[in-house]
């Protein structure tokens, strides 16, 4: 949750090609967009969420698609893992080949474990003091729990995970409670993922058109609307103030790095931690406005909290397993998610295409009007396949019920991906698939991804039918 205070730092300029970049932001704009054409749908905390995710899923493509065009390897399974199983965004180092990482000593282990327990105590006590009367308080409470139990908590236990695996894994959070000053703080120690984001995606491309000072402004304040847009917005209201607490941010390590600033000993020591807590702390409620707490966070809080301390979730999904071998209903229930997640999964398997395959290289022999042509179709097969995913998953229900239009919808999906699979098999010439192990078992893996794509919507689909 922040912008990088990286001043210092040198400027690289992107060598992306030009199409790669376009591939890239596609995801990133794709998918909030369908956040949105949904949000009718959706309450405040449920469109929180939804947008939330599709920010971030949309910042891992872009990552990816950066790590792809720069040369760096991006086989399936890594992809994979980098896409859904790590909350960094520095995909050139995760990708990169295994190094000797130094391995994590055995006392953090514990460390992020007992953060994700506090984390969850933190919840369900908020959430037990507003089922009696719903306060502010409460609110924050629930925010201080989902921190620990994601940033300090289970994101530390992934980082720990993939580094005992030599994999190149920083935390996300550096111990930003020993920072000792605002730079430090903002730069190396919190939320690393999206401070990498704002680094390669606002800082970099400004700092030698505009100065160092003018770009690290702009980082923090695309930093503030990113957040006014996953809080103000749902919300309906607060709409600024998080730009504007982000401004003040920028402003202040500014300061902080000025004659003055220097002069009264804000760079680091004490004065420089105090200076800090002041600037970061202090304005918090500017980020987390009262229209946040009040019409997202706590209407979230009394859906979880209920689930939580009546036990509905786990005898929720006891009995969600069970059924699913005794009724279609549960079955198709539970394939349809399957489905929805198996979408992104081709999408992360589509945009290997381009480096994999080279296309940058044979692209470029073809007249420019059937290059762009191919990039166009290759992005709307992107953006087809980001629609059938997220579709599936915002209209699981209406699926699930056999409204007409959810119905017409799985007819299509099942006759796209019927069709995928003849043409897999009657058109495509096996002798001219890529050689190598990777290739082949990446080929059987998406056929048999395909097969299951189209038996879930065909399934449906005759399911529904039959039942007139």
């Not at 995606?201 to 702009?218: C, E, H, K, T």
């Not at 847009?229 to 401004?247: H, Q």
């Amino acid at each position: 949750m922040n912008a990088l205070a990286i001043a210092p730092h040198a400027a690289l300029q992107s060598r992306l090609p030009r199409n790669a970049s376009r591939l890239g932001w596609a995801a990133l704009i794709v998918l909030p967009a369908i956040a949105f054409a949904l949000r009718a749908h959706m309450s405040p905390w449920t469109f929180m969420w939804s947008l939330s995710i599709a920010l971030f899923f949309g910042c891992k493509w872009e990552t990816l698609v950066r790590a792809g065009s720069s040369g760096i390897s991006v086989p399936l399974a890594p992809s994979l893992a980098y896409f859904f199983l790590w909350p960094g965004m520095d995909a050139k180092a995760f990708l990169s080949a295994p190094k000797a990482t130094e391995k994590p000593s055995g006392s953090r282990w514990p460390s992020a474990s007992l953060n994700a327990i506090a984390g969850l105590a933190c919840f369900v006590l908020a959430a037990h003091l507003a089922a009696q009367k719903p306060h502010m308080l409460d609110g924050w409470l629930a925010m201080l729990g989902i921190v620990l139990v994601l940033h300090f908590g289970t994101f530390q236990l992934a980082a720990l995970a993939w580094r005992s695996a030599g994999l190149n894994a920083r935390p996300i959070m550096q111990s930003p409670l020993r920072a000792d000053s605002l730079s430090d703080f903002w730069g190396k120690r919190w939320n690393l993922g999206f401070s990498q984001m704002t680094r390669e995606l606002v800082f970099r491309p400004l700092q030698s058109r505009i100065g160092a000072p003018a770009a690290l402004m702009a980082a923090f304040i695309a930093s503030g609307v990113i957040h006014d847009l996953v809080i103000s917005v749902p919300a309906r209201g607060g709409l600024g103030l998080p730009t504007i607490y982000f401004a003040f941010q920028g402003l202040a390590v500014l300061f902080e790095r000025s004659s003055i600033g220097n002069r009264l000993g804000l760079a680091g020591g004490l004065g420089g931690r105090f200076y800090a807590f002041l600037c970061a702390a202090v304005p918090a409620p500017l980020l987390f406005h009262t229209f946040f707490v009040r019409r997202v966070i706590l209407p979230f809080l009394s859906f979880a909290g209920s689930a939580i301390l009546q036990g509905q979730g786990a005898r929720t999904m006891t009995l969600a397993i069970f059924n699913c071998f005794t009724s279609l209903p549960a079955f198709f229930g539970l394939a349809l998610w399957l489905a929805a997640l198996g979408h992104f999964c081709v999408l992360v398997a589509s945009f290997q295409v381009p480096f994999r395959l080279n296309w940058f290289t044979d692209l470029a022999n073809l007249q420019p009007f059937n290059r762009k042509l191919m990039w166009v179709h290759g992005v709307f097969a992107v953006f087809t396949i980001i629609a059938f995913g997220s579709l599936t998953f915002l209209l699981h229900n209406e699926l699930l019920a056999g409204e007409k239009s959810a119905l017409g919808l799985a007819v299509f999906m099942a006759f796209y991906w019927i069709a995928r699979i003849i043409v897999d098999l009657t058109y495509y010439d096996h002798a001219d698939w890529p050689k190598g192990r990777s290739f082949v078992v990446g080929h059987v893996l998406l056929t048999l991804l395909f097969v299951f794509l189209a038996g879930t919507y065909t399934g449906l689909v005759l399911w529904h039918l039959a039942r007139g």
